[in-house]
């Protein structure tokens, strides 16, 4: 580290350079992923001593759980709002939801999951983080919003649609980190819309069993 560097990253307030040893550990997330990230790797590329990170975070942990907050706070800017209930068709809306989904989740799972062998991390970053609202959260009120206006089922079960949607998006991105090798990819966005919004069960007929002819 050059004499500049080092004066320059000195005069910094106890604040800023919190901030900067959190937005370091944050870009190495992005660039690296969290797997066996180090306090002296974050420490070399912060361009402090290993010591310093102890002045300003109780713990490794502390600050990868900041870390990873902005992290997720940094993907969540980079996406717009999702559709607003009424507007396009459902179809339409909820192929942009499930796009943005695969999207978000491809940008923060691998982070998390190279975290799993951290707990402590995660218990602090839940500390850390409080109740906040998930993309899920943003997608259960969307199917509310289009429930309330009838322009779906009164009856329809938008949690269980939310959970396939989401459990999509958890696969296209965990089923490739677990095997080590690259997906062809999730279902096509269109197709995955249409089997949530159809079903795949054959109409109940009249003196039928419900379901009839469906083979479990």
């Known amino acids: 580290m050059s004499p500049r560097r080092a004066a320059a990253l000195h005069d910094r307030d106890d604040a800023d350079l919190r901030a900067h040893l959190i937005a370091t550990a944050e870009r190495l997330f992005a660039e690296q992923g969290s797997t066996g990230l180090t306090v002296r790797a974050i420490a070399r590329a912060a361009g402090v001593s290993d010591g310093v990170l102890y002045n300003h975070f109780d713990d490794k942990e502390e600050l990868l759980a900041a870390a990873l907050a902005a992290h997720i706070a940094s993907v969540n800017r980079g996406f717009p709002a999702l559709p607003v209930a009424g507007d ?20 923060v799972l691998p982070v998390f999951a190279g975290l799993l062998s951290q707990p402590a991390v995660l218990t602090r970053f839940a500390e850390f983080q409080g109740r906040q609202r998930l993309w899920r959260d943003e997608l259960v009120d969307y199917l509310r919003a289009e429930r309330a206006l009838g322009r779906l089922l009164p009856e329809a079960d938008v949690e269980a649609a939310a959970a396939i949607l989401v459990g999509i998006c958890h696969d296209a991105v965990l089923s490739a980190l677990l095997s080590g090798a690259p997906r062809s990819g999730p279902p096509p966005v269109e197709a995955v819309v249409a089997t949530v919004l159809s079903g795949i069960a054959r109409p109940h007929r009249a003196g039928g069993a419900p379901g009839a002819g469906v083979r479990p």
């Open 88 to 107: 396009d068709t459902v179809a339409a809306n909820l192929a942009i939801c499930l796009e943005q989904g695969l999207a978000l989740h491809a940008a």
